[in-house]
């Protein structure tokens, strides 16, 4: 999407719109929440929870823990990004260009059978990272769409103005009205 597009007269952009949702500042509050939640869990009960793990059981922990962390930072940064759209910080172009520095196809986590060894709480953490994930991703999709043809058109000002010649021409003269 082009700086133009978004400034130009008349035209309501849907994509800045969707990022300055409600919708979005539901997503926002429950992926900063998670992150607290994760920070908060991993820091105190997490490292109780990983002392008592065997050796296995204990690496698996530290991988997906990383895995937990790294989807949620990358989540972070996009749901941040695009407040700053939100808040009129940056413009949805800008953001579009700087998204790209923030990766949303993270890691899957690990086999069932390694999964069934980890602590309850951060497999409820990671199910919960990766709901969030899809969700951003498909407002990430939904926002950052290409332009249709048609809103491609009329950024071209060829266009606009075949258009408004087109408008004149249908234009009826006063003479020619029926008069009831």
């Known amino acids: 999407m082009s700086d133009h597009s978004m400034r130009q007269p008349g035209?309501?952009?849907?994509?800045?719109?969707?990022?300055?949702?409600?919708?979005?500042?539901?997503?926002?509050?429950?992926?900063?929440?998670?992150?607290?939640?994760?920070?908060?869990?991993?820091?105190?009960?997490?490292?109780?929870?990983?002392?008592?793990?065997?050796?296995?059981?204990?690496?698996?922990?530290?991988?997906?823990?990383?895995?937990?962390?790294?989807?949620?930072?990358?989540?972070?940064?996009?749901?941040?990004l695009h407040r700053a759209v939100k808040e009129g910080e940056m413009s949805l172009a800008q953001a579009n260009r700087e998204k790209?520095?923030?990766?949303?196809?993270?890691?899957?986590?690990?086999?069932?059978?390694?999964?069934?060894?980890?602590?309850?709480?951060?497999c409820g953490l990671i199910a919960r990272s990766m709901a969030l994930q899809v969700r951003v991703r498909r407002l990430d999709a939904t926002i950052h769409a290409p332009a249709t043809k048609a809103a491609q058109a009329l950024d071209n000002p060829v266009v606009h103005q075949l258009g408004q010649l087109k408008a004149a021409f249908e234009r009826r003269p006063p003479f020619l009205t029926k008069v009831e």
């Open 11 to 80: 035209l309501i952009s849907f994509s800045e719109r969707l990022a300055g949702s409600a919708m979005f500042a539901t997503l926002f509050r429950e992926g900063m929440d998670l992150v607290e939640e994760t920070a908060a869990y991993l820091d105190g009960p997490g490292r109780t929870d990983a002392k008592v793990l065997d050796r296995s059981a204990s690496l698996a922990y530290a991988t997906e823990s990383m895995r937990l962390t790294t989807r949620l930072m990358q989540l972070a940064s996009w749901l941040l």
């Open 100 to 122: 790209t520095k923030v990766k949303l196809s993270a890691p899957e986590p690990g086999a069932d059978d390694v999964m069934a060894k980890l602590p309850q709480s951060l």
